[in-house]
């Protein structure tokens, strides 16, 4: 995985498909990923993409488990 500044604008992309967040019905995050950048997440601030980077791809039982410290 890497990230890709266009613009003013941050990026994370994994062999060259960007990522994009969904949500599913039951409100589950979901991350997919595009070729197109028009769907993709943009991240403006950069501390907030290395933020992202921690949590984005924790499973939902470390969520869970940090949840109830």
Known sequence: MEEKKIGNYYYIMNDDLYLQLT??????????????????????????????????FKTDEQIAKERWK
């Open 23 to 56: 949500f599913t019905k039951s409100g589950k995050r979901q991350i997919l990923w595009t070729d197109e950048i028009c769907k993709a997440m943009s991240i403006r601030s950069e501390s907030y993409l290395k933020w992202f980077m921690q949590e984005a």
